[in-house]
């Protein structure tokens, strides 16, 4: 037997007895744990980074775009032709009160854009989904929210009147002739854009605001990332203007995402490390009752830090294992969230209905995870980035490595003469 292959030999047979020994419960509790924690992890992270992204891809593509510059109308196509820009959308935007059927008032964002938008700007239109009617500014028209029109209890073919608009000293705030009928209705499933924001066509916008100044550029990149070499670039051609970042005007609200992930994060890798100290007691324990051989071992000429080394394998392989078990169910899990959802929905649905046939009731009352009355989303998005679910698995085996690797400092304070001194 090779120097080394001794250790893995020995390592075997620990782990081996572990599994069937007295020690079984423990081994299994440590690989559940690890698997566990490997598992909420990947979990967490791929519904949170589900939201997180959904949310800024929402907001970009049809609130904010990836930066905006104040401009006159011979910049739109200087500001085209830079390198990395994607895509250039001329707007104005503009606060107002409407009024729809039965006199009901809503405050509102009122844009206005070209109604080519959907076509020079795929992102706008793969996330702007039309509900009802077209998206169209025929004779004045406007595009509405589909939460925005159902506060004002308006569908497509009736009309909006706007009671008050923001704009400067020479517009008009209470404009005349401000009757728009609604040619569209849209969903994004972000609740603040579904529910405060209309479309306008360039023409109605330049009414409404007084045809002064206040033109902007909504540009979209290649790579969102990349706006600060964009922006450089965008002063380097056109110095008058003063581009804005989205990491600008959505700071506060990009904040707390990273926030609300850093701590649901915090509180789930501390069950790494209630793990850890189990497995870091489990592995002194098991020292101290392996006195003995490892007395013979180092008696039979094996170094003690060879022998040290066999309980750290002992408890990388106790990680490695429960970090496998917990990737494999962890993407499992990601995977199909919304089916366990629905699963789970049919399952208390059934007890209910179980119940109350039993009772005599009618129970006809159904559960839903995500009832429309509280929440607005149809289901749970997931996005599920490898350099995160590999960071995920290797905390996971290394917790329970570094674990052993401590238990294993009492094994320098044994001397073998001593343990076997009365064997």
Known sequence: MSKSSWLFFAAQRFGSVDARGRSALTSLLSVLGIAFGVTSLIVILSVMNGFQMGYIDTILEAGSYHVQVPCEEGD?????????????????????????RFSRQS??????IPEDTPDRDRGFADTVEMTGGVFSFADNGIVLGSILARNLAVAVGDTVSLIAVSGTSESDMFPPDADLPVRGIF???????????AFVGPATGKRLSGDVSG???????????HDERVMARIRSILPALNPVSWREYNRAFFGALRIEKNTLLFLVFL??????????????KSVYERREE????????????????????????????????GLLIGL??????????????????GINRFAGALSGSAGEQTFSLFSPEFFYIDSVPVRI?????????????????????????????LKPAEVLRYE
Request: hydrophobic content about 55%; cysteine-free.
């Open 76 to 100: 739109i196509d200087t500001l085209a032709s830079i390198p990395g820009v994607r895509s250039v959308t001329p707007f104005r935007e503009m606060q107002g009160l409407a009024k729809g």
């Open 107 to 112: 405050a509102l964002i009122i844009r206005s």
């Open 187 to 197: 969903k994004t499933g972000y609740y603040e854009i579904d529910s405060g924001l």
């Open 215 to 225: 033109l902007r550029a909504g540009i979209k990149l290649d790579h969102h990332t």
């Open 271 to 284: 069950i790494f490390v209630v793990v850890t100290v189990n497995i870091y007691n489990s592995m002194r």
């Open 294 to 325: 490892i007395g013979v071992m180092a008696a039979l000429g094996g170094r003690i830090p060879h022998i040290r080394l066999i309980f750290l394998l002992n408890g990388f392989g106790i990680g490695l294992t429960g970090a496998l078990v």
């Open 332 to 349: 499992l899990l990601a995977v199909r969230i919304n089916d366990v959802f629905i699963l789970a929905e049919n399952i208390v649905n």
């Open 385 to 413: 980035f490898f350099p995160e679910v590999l960071a995920v698995f290797l905390f996971g085996v290394l917790s329970a490595a570094v674990a052993a690797w401590l238990a294993g400092n009492s094994i320098l304070r």
